[in-house]
């Protein structure tokens, strides 16, 4: 089956910057979107970004301007370059991936295990 494996993670002070990658592995056929959740403690997990094959990246709100999905298709994996933190995005990030299997009917979304982001001074 599918594995998702995050990275990059850690501690960074207010208006640092952190660069997330997540590479999947598996008998894929194609991957039609990889992107990043976030969960802080006490709240519910939310979208961060978003890329699907073929539409513009999507972003919360929050990350607009300061965050940037990109993907290497070739090595399967998705980043995410987060600058001008801020305390607020201080949270566990997930990556998700929709992802067509070799030998299986039809695409389905897995989760990666989740890396600590905390921004504090």
């Known amino acids: 089956q599918v594995q998702l494996v995050e990275s990059g993670g850690g501690l960074v002070q207010p208006g640092g910057s952190l660069r997330l990658s997540c590479a999947a592995s598996g008998n894929i056929f194609s991957i039609y979107a990889m992107g990043w959740y976030r969960q802080a403690p006490g709240k519910q997990r939310e979208l961060v970004a978003i890329?699907?094959?073929?539409?513009?990246?999507n972003y919360a709100d929050s990350v607009k301007g300061r965050f940037a999905i990109s993907r290497d298709n070739a090595k399967n994996t998705v980043y995410l370059q987060m600058n001008s933190l801020k305390p607020e995005d201080t949270a566990v990030y997930y990556c998700?991936?929709?992802?067509?299997?070799?030998?299986?009917?039809?695409?389905?979304?897995?989760w990666g295990q989740g890396t600590q982001v905390t921004v504090s001074s």
């Open positions: 998700n991936a929709v992802i067509h299997l070799i030998g299986t009917p039809a695409p389905r979304t897995y």
């Open positions: 890329s699907t094959s073929g539409v513009v990246p």
